[in-house]
């Protein structure tokens, strides 16, 4: 599934300019909402914007999930987005508000800015979906499962807003993709995903300023992620030779900065360098979709409440060594990525394990004396299905 018309724009500083780039790309200020993660209110992010977007324009309502509306001219309309795990029941109660406000406020045509990680522009993407009156009145008889499913089958029935996506960390390529991530109930945990055709942001605007408040394990498992998307494009049955070209370009130019940006965190050209890194990353999984790595990392994320990107990371070099298995060529590429020269999968995989110890995470391998189940399972999901044969 390719991206249709997502204009990109690698516009460093541009969070502190927003309401120009508004202006000059003809969004209308006055039906601007802002969805933001939930630390941009004590990071001071969300009172710049809304004193941004209250010098361009005269502001409306402004909107806290759980607050009350007012109509004063001191705020502006901002919604925050709940923080942790992306379940259906959080996707919902945050749409239902938003859409309940855009109808109050007799928005029929609102622009949604979504600034945050990948659970926040995921999010983003279901409530740009904005049901009529009678429409919203329609989901909330169903329950939390069946209010999902209409969704997803449903949702071009739905009023499509314009939506533009603006990435706080560098690495889930969210904004880049039209897929998002949302989990089953609490008890179940299972990981479902929202897509469509139309479900890509209109734009994407990628700003390596917003980044730079990421703590070190923030950086690490989000750079980590990144560096999944390329190696699951790489070793990706789905994948082109110009995707897999791509694919190692961009994990060299990963594993070479990662290490020197954790050890300078508040370096700029390296905080740069990752945000296009991770956004050139999430372009590719757009075109080959993610694989075994991504298929591997789900149940730790649901079972151990391990972050994505370091679930992720702790099968990468487990992952490498079977693809080595796979396909000759993957020997080779890998040790491109790494300049190394491993002599086998075995000696790749010790080399790959180091490199991440080095940075704090601990790598898994598979049952070798017997079938292991949890390779199994992988394989026969969607993501895993799209492995090397």
Same mark, same amino acid.
């Given at each position: ?53 209250? =010098? ?29 795990? *992306? ?33 926040? &522009? ?28 209409? &969704? ?9 807003c314009s939506l533009i996506l603006m990435p706080t ?20 945990? /299972? %990981? ?16 390596? /300023? *917003? ?48 290490? /020197? ?12 360098? &990752? ?28 079972? /151990? ?30 040790? %491109? ?8 999968? =075995? ?43």
């Amino acid at each position: 599934m390719q991206a249709r018309n997502l204009a990109v724009h690698l516009s460093p500083g541009i969070s502190r300019h927003l309401a120009g780039w508004l202006s000059e790309h003809d969004y209308p200020i006055d039906r601007c909402w802002l969805l933001l993660y939930p630390q941009a209110v004590d990071q001071g992010l969300a009172e710049s914007l809304r004193l941004q977007l209250l =010098d361009a324009q005269t502001p409306c309502e402004a909107l806290y999930p759980g607050a009350t509306v007012t109509t004063s001219p001191e705020v502006y309309p901002i919604a925050i987005a709940p923080d942790g795990l *992306l379940t259906i029941e959080k996707a919902r109660a945050c749409c239902e508000l938003i859409w309940s406000h855009w109808h109050e406020a007799a928005i029929d045509d609102p622009v949604l800015i979504a600034i945050g990680g990948g659970s926040v &522009m995921d999010l983003a993407k279901l409530v740009r979906w904005f049901p009529s009156i009678d429409q919203c009145e329609h989901l909330e008889t169903l329950h939390h499962a069946a209010w999902f499913d209409r &969704m997803l089958e449903g949702h071009e029935r739905f009023k499509r807003c314009s939506l533009i996506l603006m990435p706080t960390t560098s690495g889930t390529g969210s904004e880049a993709t039209a897929y998002a991530t949302v989990w089953g109930s609490t008890l179940q945990r /299972e %990981k479902l995903s929202f897509t469509g055709a139309a479900c890509y942001a209109d734009a994407a605007l990628i700003d390596y /300023e *917003l980044t730079l408040a990421c703590p070190y394990s923030l950086t690490r498992d989000c750079g980590l992620d990144a560096l999944s998307h390329a190696l699951d494009a790489l070793w990706n049955r789905r994948a082109e030779k110009t995707d897999r070209d791509k694919a190692i370009q961009i994990a060299s130019h990963i594993v070479a900065i990662l290490p /020197e940006l954790l050890e300078n965190l508040h370096d700029r050209p390296l905080r740069k360098a &990752m945000s296009e890194a991770a956004h050139e990353a999430g372009h590719l999984i757009a075109h080959t979709q993610t694989s075994l790595i991504h298929a591997l990392s789900y149940p730790l994320t649901s079972e /151990e409440d391990l972050a994505h990107g370091l679930a992720c990371a702790q099968w990468i070099a487990a992952v490498a060594g079977l693809a080595c298995e796979r396909h000759p060529q993957m020997l080779h590429d890998l040790n %491109k990525i790494w300049a190394i020269k491993a002599d086998d999968g =075995d000696a790749l995989m010790r080399s790959l394990s180091a490199w991440l110890n080095n940075m704090g995470v601990a790598s898994r391998q598979f049952n070798k004396c017997a079938p292991d189940l949890r390779l199994q399972d992988a394989l026969n999901q969607t993501r895993g299905k799209n492995f090397l044969p």
